[in-house]
């Protein structure tokens, strides 16, 4: 059965760059069926997509946070990653890692909190 | 950009009870909707993509309709276990704006 985890650091400083990766396991993060995703949710808010990414490398970034964002692939690790460079305390939530049939996300990690504070 | 809205934001409602939640898109989007179903502490759960089309594992009592720009969640006899906040995203054009959200609360 295929699993998402997300792993990276608790805490950023502002200004520095938030890193996470999500390892997938059970399953191949090369298939071409699928493109995969990053989600955040600050608290007590709601859900914002950051972007996606297809094992290929292709990606597609939300144009609010494109300016900041890098999405990569590791085929060989069955990993992807997300960048988030310049953070401010705006940019503390939990972070989601999830696989996307055609766009819409029907597997989800367990999501990981990011606060950013000095 | 595409934009989603949800209404209502809250809802509270009993056990039973036929609840209908709204998403509106700022453009047409066809059929790309999904809904998902998100408890406190969890990641999200998909109940519906295609806007109509039901989720292996989920209960019936859950439909989706519409399409162009205005979609229904339809909880046909809302359950203990449906107290939640629900969301819809778009998945038109290579990017997936979700709504606000909507909270069921117990009435």
């Known amino acids: 059965q295929l699993q998402l985890q997300e792993s990276g650091p608790g805490l950023v400083k502002p200004s520095e760059t938030l890193s996470l990766t999500c390892t997938v396991s059970?399953?191949?993060?090369?298939?071409?069926?699928?493109?995969w995703g990053w989600i955040r949710q600050p608290p007590g808010k709601g859900l914002e997509w950051i972007g996606s990414?297809?094992?290929?490398?292709?990606?597609y970034y939300n144009p609010s946070l494109k300016s900041r964002v890098t999405i990569s692939v590791d085929t060989s690790k069955n990993q992807f990653s997300l960048k988030l460079s310049s953070v401010t305390a705006a940019d503390t939530a939990v972070y989601y890692c999830?696989?996307?049939?055609?766009?819409?996300?029907?597997?989800w990690g367990r999501g990981t909190l990011v606060t950013v504070s000095s | 950009d595409i934009q989603m809205t949800q209404s209502p934001s809250t809802l509270s409602a009993s056990v039973g009870d036929r609840v209908t939640i709204t998403c509106r898109a700022s453009q047409t989007i066809s059929s790309w909707l999904a809904w998902y179903q998100q408890k406190p502490g969890k990641a999200p759960k998909l109940l519906i993509y295609k806007a109509s089309s039901l989720e292996s594992g989920v209960p019936s009592r859950f439909s989706g309709s519409g399409s162009g720009t205005e979609f229904t969640l339809t909880i046909s006899s809302l359950q203990p276990d449906d107290f939640a906040t629900y969301y819809c995203q778009q998945y038109n054009t290579y990017s997936g704006t979700f709504g606000q959200g909507t909270k069921v609360e117990i009435k």
């Open positions: 999830a696989r996307a049939f055609i766009w819409y996300f029907d597997l």
């Open positions: 990414i297809y094992y290929s490398g292709s990606t």
């Open positions: 059970g399953g191949s993060i090369s298939s071409s069926s699928y493109y």
